[in-house]
């Protein structure tokens, strides 16, 4: 069995590639159409929910650069910055069409993906994706919440995060979790600026699109996935009543929607 921290990656492949310069670690298992996830603004709950897939699909995790195991860019980060990088990586894994998937910031980047390389997406699953804003649907104040609190908003049971994020959390797991607050901080940027530039671009978004979201989501309320499906043509929603934020990781619900979205 092999752990980081909370979470296991027994079975899964663990690759390394060079990309502009920047090592970057891969993920992945199952054989099948491929499938690519990209994880949110943290990694410190892992993938393991992805083991439900891997009987249908070669998934495939990368860890963002400035997240997890893959090197920080010196020069820093922006969506458009992880676009080309993956346009790159893709190149280099032979991917030429595929499944895309992706969480909270890790869905705002697949939507983006997908607005850039239509042909190369065959579906589209997009988990509580970050990037929309609304009066109606306010984010959390984080800074009036104390930081051993912040961890318990991103499930439905606060409990399902201890195991991931413990109580006793050692200084090198705390400095991971600031090194990924800041890359998730330069990637989103301005949250109002993002929104804006998302509305009129989204209209465009072509492959097959589910948008999937938790009713117990604290840090991206459901009321948001209604402003993603009045951007996307025919896009498709799936509330999942009994999950938070942390969407897959917490509802074999969620994971068996969107698969079965995903097979097509």
Known sequence: MTRRYGYDTEGFRRDEYLVDGVRSVVYGAGNGPPVVYFHGGG????????????????VILPNHPGFGESADDPDGYSISDYLVHYTALFAALGLERFGLSGASM?????????????????????????GLVSADCPMPDFTSIPPAELPKLLAADPAFVDRFWPADADGEFLAERGREAVSSGQVMGDSNAADRKLRRRLPRLTPPTLILWGGKDHILLPGLARHWAAAIPGARVALIEEA?????????????VAADFLAG
């Not at 890790?106 to 970050?130: D, W």
């Not at 938070?244 to 068996?256: N, V």
């Open 43 to 58: 990694t410190f709950h892992g993938f393991e929910w992805a083991r439900d897939w891997i009987d249908r699909f070669r």
């Open 106 to 130: 890790g869905g705002r980047l697949a939507a983006e993906f997908a607005l850039m390389h239509p042909t190369k997406i065959h579906r589209l699953a997009l988990a509580a994706p970050g």
């Open 244 to 256: 938070g934020h942390l969407l897959f990781d917490e509802s074999s619900r969620a994971r068996a």
